[in-house]
């Protein structure tokens, strides 16, 4: 597991069972010898990276360095994401790691395949969070999980804090997104690996923001298991970090789910439909380029071959995902 510890120095690991001690324990003024600042503040990063339940800390730090002859000693002070007393710090990190545990076991409880374990804790971040940059943890995984008020720092800490329950082997990624709605961006996603190698994962992008921003029924899977050329038409990945190598498909949410033509016909797109139709009243069909898409776009459209699919009315509303990837059609 490319964990950030697992790529420090032998002596940097030893620095860093320490640090983590002490910060498990709450301790805000933390004393080591021998070492400078900057290497403790780049261990400091490294737990950061591996522990965002650690939500009550903010990756600020401060300090002193002490020096006599050939002796220093490093007094290293970790700030917090909201200034509160260890008391109420204790109670949060309670109840955090209660409701962690919780979802997890009901995740556990919905099936035993591990894949739908992921699908339904992606699934419940999206349903149960609110994309809100005005409030208090807004940018951990405490806000995400407990107040349900997040940016996208917040969801994907959150995704990985519940994926290392479950055991799966995940990380965060940042970068910049562009959408037509927010232009470009700077963002933060994840990575995880599965069975067959690894995979990305956005769960904010899954979660649109649509009228007030509270709507629980917005859900979206175009961002669910994505491999690299894929997240890339939306995404760009920052330099300096642990970026996986994505080429597997079989966990795609589409593909996984039988929603998916690498080409397009009618006959495809029809069962595809009528599969989705059955249980609501929309239906989506991910294409294996955009040329495919707009060829479909073509042919049901401006075609309107579209109403020659049983359950589909005559009014409608349709249109492409972010990704250019994904056809979307609505029942009116």
């Known amino acids: 597991m490319p964990t950030a510890y697992s790529k420090l120095q032998y002596s940097k690991q030893r620095i860093y069972k320490e640090l983590q001690s002490k910060l498990e324990t709450f301790h805000l003024a933390c004393e080591f010898q021998g070492v400078s600042f900057e290497t403790v503040g780049e261990i400091y990063k490294a737990i950061l990276e591996d522990h965002p339940e650690y939500f009550w800390l903010s990756g600020a730090s401060s300090g002193t360095t002490k020096t006599c002859g050939a002796f220093s000693s ?54 149960h969070t609110d994309y809100r940059s005005d409030s208090q943890h807004c940018y951990d995984a405490y806000g995400c999980l407990i107040l349900g008020r997040a940016v996208c720092a917040g ?116 069962a595809i439909a009528q599969k989705q139709l059955t249980r609501g009243n929309k239906f989506s069909v991910k294409f294996g380029s955009q040329t495919q898409l707009n060829t479909a776009l073509h042919d049901l459209m401006n075609n309107q071959r579209i109403y020659s699919i049983p359950g589909v009315p005559s009014k409608i509303a349709y249109g492409k995902s972010k990704s250019g990837l994904v056809l979307e059609v609505f029942m009116k």
Request: proline share 3%; charged share 25%.
């Open 74 to 127: 490093v007094t290293f002070r970790p700030e917090l994401r909201i200034s509160a007393p260890s008391d109420q710090l204790r109670i949060e990190r309670t109840k955090f790691e209660t409701k962690v545990s919780e979802l997890v076991s009901l995740a556990k409880r919905q099936s035993y395949d591990v894949y739908k374990q992921i699908l339904f804790l992606h699934d419940y971040l999206v349903q």
């Open 155 to 270: 969801y994907a800490a959150a995704f990985q804090v519940l994926m290392s329950k479950l055991g799966i082997e995940c990380g965060r990624v940042r970068g910049n997104s562009a959408s037509a709605l927010t232009g470009e961006v700077s963002h933060v996603w994840n990575y995880i690996r599965l069975s067959d190698g690894y995979y990305f994962v956005d769960v904010t992008w899954d979660d649109p923001v649509v009228s007030n921003g509270t709507n629980r029924d917005n859900l979206s899977h175009e961002y669910f298991c994505l491999s690299s050329n894929e997240i890339r038409l939306t995404h760009r990945f920052s330099p300096n970090q642990f970026i996986p190598s994505a080429s597997g498909t079989r966990y795609d949410y589409y593909r996984y789910h039988g929603l998916y033509a690498e080409r397009y016909s009618f006959d495809a797109v029809k």
